[in-house]
């Protein structure tokens, strides 16, 4: 059995930084078990892109699945393959009907908002007043449900990353049942509210004409809402700390014709979503290691991201990269069905800081997020004063 028994993914320098691990991974263990992460850890593109894509070979690991309603047994990877296709186009479609060009003009009249309120301050957390405020109104505009308190939903966010982290780590129960059942009813607050519409109200209702249970619903708009928020609220503050770090880069995003491409690039060298899981569903081979039935697979997104056959330059931000197929929001059916949102958001954002009248600058100490399968600021200190 292939191993790597140095690799610690929440190590200090793993969290700065994991990116060297990354690459030398890739050319001497490309494949290799993990005793803690209890998986089997595939680094390459080509391999990663596969595990991904097969959903024939692979599924999703239902160690890491998300639960969030009392009804926890009811997960959407119960229903059969029809109802799943159909629950999926029903998202997918109540997306692509949004209004993207009118959702751009509310998020920015939303971030100049914000601005307006900190521009004056010595210093602020970028991670509460600005990426959970900025990801709670764009995805519950994607959803169509009231915004939650930034700072609750900012716990349950983190709170959902350490449960997907939790063979790393020391279980805490109790802490996950309080997130559980904090996040539980907030679904069950919008499912109730008649103010609910889009998204939320078309899988309400035709969840009653397909007869789905009421419980699988819940959890699917659960990982929506974990997956649009806590992909923006983490890709917002690596963006803000990207700008901080690298001025050149955010001067050289005030070209139009950068922007797009731009955010792309940033998604791929460094994005929110480091790795997700699967599980085999029967005995195959990746890069020549035998994976047996059964056995989960940890797919490590930022490696891909990086791996020199695929990209070119791979740890240069080329703002301009093409073609850049990168997996920073997955691939083949379960990939970020909120990938539009986010990259609206982070364009939007990017836009209004060139805009803000002075420069955004550290204020204080960055902590991160000690998880491995989100990279996240839990606190990012910053000013928009000038140093006197």
């Known amino acids: ?73 009811e997960s959407i990877q119960g229903l059969d393959v029809k109802a799943q296709s159909e629950l999926r186009r029903l998202v997918t479609g109540s997306i692509h009907d949004q209004d993207l060009e009118e959702i751009g003009r509310r998020v920015r009249a939303s971030i100049d908002r914000i601005f307006e309120g900190v521009l004056a301050r010595p210093s602020f957390d970028w991670m509460i007043e600005v990426s959970a405020r900025l990801s709670g109104m764009i995805t519950a505009d994607f959803l169509g449900v009231t915004e939650p308190d930034p700072q609750v939903f900012k716990t349950i966010v983190e709170g959902m990353a350490r449960k997907f982290d939790a063979d790393l780590s020391e279980p805490d129960p109790e802490a996950e049942q309080r997130v559980r059942d904090a996040f539980g009813g907030l679904i069950d607050g919008w499912l109730s509210s008649p103010e609910t519409h889009g998204t939320m109200l078309t899988l309400k209702n035709r969840a009653a004409e397909m007869g789905v249970p009421v419980g699988v619903i819940k959890n699917l708009i659960g990982l929506l809402f974990i997956g649009s928020f806590g992909t923006i609220f983490a890709a917002s503050g690596s963006l803000a700390h990207l700008f901080i770090q690298r001025p050149d880069v955010f001067e050289k995003l005030r070209d139009p014709a950068l922007l797009g491409t731009g955010v792309e690039e940033f998604l791929r060298f460094d994005g929110p979503t480091q ?82 009248p002075g420069p955004l600058r550290p204020a204080g100490t960055p902590f991160r997020l000690p998880t491995t399968t989100v990279r996240s600021f839990a606190s990012l200190p910053v000013s928009f004063q000038r140093e006197s």
């Open 1 to 73: 059995m292939s191993s790597a028994p140095d690799f610690d993914p929440l190590s200090p320098a793993m969290l700065e930084d994991p990116y060297p691990v990354y690459a030398d991974l890739q050319e001497k263990h490309p494949v290799f078990w993990h005793e803690k992460v209890g998986a089997w850890v595939v680094t390459r593109y080509d391999d990663c892109r596969e595990v991904l894509r097969n959903s024939e070979l692979f599924v999703r690991d239902p160690r890491r699945v998300s639960e969030v309603s009392a009804e926890s047994g």
């Open 275 to 356: 790795a997700t899981s699967r599980m085999a569903k029967q005995e195959t081979r990746v890069s020549g290691v035998t994976i047996k039935q059964g056995d989960p697979v940890f797919v490590v997104l930022a490696a891909a991201n990086r791996d020199p056959r695929q990209f070119p330059r791979p740890h240069e931000l080329v703002l301009d990269r093409a073609p850049n197929r990168h997996l920073g929001f997955g691939w083949g059916p379960h990939s970020c069905l909120g990938s539009l949102f986010g990259q609206l958001a982070l364009r939007e954002l990017t836009r209004a800081v060139h805009d803000a």
